[in-house]
């Protein structure tokens, strides 16, 4: 399928498929979108001083649906960073992009992290099915898998619901998938997504969660979070 590089509405940039018209973030802005997603809405839970409220364990097990360009993964470990927080993180991706696309992401000089250049290049020149240590503190696993084959039992805080939107991919916003993400999840996690549709909510709650809507990222009124209680 055929991709381009786009440049987003905060500078940053993102992957689109002009064939389905569906871009891997947000138009109004990449970095923008995933730090109140995934950050501000996600992973701020879990850190200090607020994280015993969620989790006694300062390592914090982290599982991405959508690796893509390791945007969400770059952001969490500069975040990681400021608290000393040890990450276990573990991305999923079906149809991986190509390490030389990834590289042309500006995500580095966009989040003035050019000391941690070589972490973000790490993320994408790693093996994939293993778990490689990236610093003391943040461990990664990238794993070629489609959604519907996860099968992890009680094994994450925190999930990062970063799948393809519902207009091109509805099958991955089904019962069956936020079933595989209430079994992988730990008592007390949370799963965040940018994504607020009255299907998809009431996937997720057939599913055990308990959901709630929170306010958008720019151009998006609503998302949602869930917790496994």
């Known amino acids: 399928m055929k991709r381009e590089i786009l440049t987003t509405q905060d500078g940053s940039t993102t992957i689109h498929l002009p064939d389905w018209d569906e871009s891997y973030h947000s ?41 893509g360009t390791g945007l969400n ?17 573990v991305g999923v991706e079906a149809y991986p992009i190509a390490v030389d696309e990834a590289l042309q992401m500006n ?20 093996v994939w099915e293993e778990k490689q240590t990236l610093s003391s503190t943040f461990s990664l696993t990238k794993r070629k898998q489609f959604f519907q084959d996860i099968d992890d039992v009680n094994a994450f805080d925190l999930i990062y619901f970063d799948a393809f939107g519902f207009r091109v991919q509805p099958e991955l916003w089904s019962l069956e998938v936020f079933q595989k993400m209430f079994q992988a999840m730990k008592s007390g996690g949370v799963l965040v997504t940018y994504a607020c549709r009255s299907s998809i909510k ?7 969660f308990t959901v709630e809507k929170l306010p958008g990222a720019p151009g998006k009124r609503e998302m949602l979070r869930a917790i496994k209680n």
Do not use: W
């Not at 009431?202 to 055990?208: D, I, N, T, V």
């Open 202 to 208: 009431k996937a997720m709650l057939e599913s055990g």
């Open 27 to 67: 138009k109004h802005g990449a970095i923008q979108e995933a730090y109140h997603v995934f950050i501000k809405s996600g992973f701020s839970l879990f850190a200090e001083p607020d994280r015993k409220s969620l989790n006694e364990e300062k390592s914090i097990s982290i599982l991405e649906i959508g690796f």
């Open 73 to 89: 993964a770059f952001i969490t470990y500069l975040e990681a960073q400021k608290n000393n927080q040890d990450i276990n993180y």
């Open 107 to 126: 995500y580095v000089s966009q989040l003035d992290a050019t000391d941690e250049s070589l972490i973000f290049n790490k993320m994408h020149e790693t």
